[in-house]
């Protein structure tokens, strides 16, 4: 099976930027996505790495890093609408395109 | 946004009686999903549907069913509700795009068995 490990929660000042990160052990890696989601609301998409290295998205950047295990989501200009809860997710080989979830960081911004 | 709707969008149901949500899709895509998400869980995959009649089991699907008999609407059945499966349930659709098979999600059916 597949073992997804990210911080329950942080706190970040608006205008500041944020990394959260993401650690995962998995047989058959295919690729690491990470989603957006609002308190009462559907996740959605952000961003997808299946490469080693740094995919930019305007204020938002997702890196990974196979040979480690590690992904990092990178958060710059904070603003308040940004706190949500941000999910990473990996796919493995094997059919269907299953993706499977850690629990989510809970972002919190602050003045 | 993806054309994914779900219904009903709130439910509340007693124990032991079946339940159907439904998912439908105006993008054609040829995969879709069923999640169940509760606090400190996260999202879990309930069954999945890699085309029409083609269906597979999740990390947690005792207790459900799935059909998919078009494209566009892929049903989940509790077959007999138990409080277990109090949660908020979201589907999901993808196919290939220019960043892999992202998936995208439903609203959710916000689900109470009492």
């Known amino acids: 099976g597949q073992n997804i490990d990210q911080p329950t929660e942080m706190t970040a000042t608006e205008g500041a930027i944020v990394q959260i990160n993401c650690t995962y052990q998995?047989?058959?890696?295919?690729?690491l996505f990470w989603y957006q989601q609002h308190a009462g609301e559907a996740p959605t998409f952000l961003s997808y790495?299946?490469?080693?290295g740094l995919e930019e998205k305007g204020r938002f950047s997702s890196f990974l890093s196979r040979s480690k295990g590690y992904s990092y989501l990178l958060l710059k200009e904070l603003q308040m609408k940004d706190s949500a809860s941000y999910l990473c997710?990996?796919?493995?080989?094997?059919?269907?395109?299953?993706?499977?979830f850690g629990t989510g960081t809970q972002l919190k911004v602050e003045l | 946004d993806a054309g994914i709707t779900q219904s009903p969008r709130h439910k509340v149901t007693e124990t032991g009686t079946p339940v159907t949500l439904r998912c439908h899709q105006t993008?054609?895509?040829?995969?879709m999903y069923w999640y169940r998400q509760d606090p400190g869980h996260g999202l879990r995959l309930i069954h999945y549907?890699?085309?029409?009649?083609?269906?597979d089991k999740g990390e947690v699907s005792d207790g459900y069913s799935v059909s998919r008999s078009k494209t566009e609407d892929f049903l989940l059945t509790l077959e007999s509700a138990t409080s277990s499966q109090t949660s908020v349930y979201f589907c999901?659709?993808?196919?290939?795009?220019?960043?892999?098979?992202?998936?995208?999600f439903g609203p959710g059916t916000r689900l109470t068995v009492t």
């Open positions: 999901a659709i993808s196919d290939l795009s220019g960043s892999g098979y992202e998936q995208y």
């Open positions: 998995t047989s058959g890696f295919n690729g």
């Open positions: 790495n299946v490469l080693d």
């Open positions: 993008e054609n895509h040829r995969y």
């Open positions: 997710a990996v796919s493995v080989t094997g059919g269907g395109n299953k993706l499977t």
């Open positions: 549907s890699y085309g029409v009649k083609d269906t």
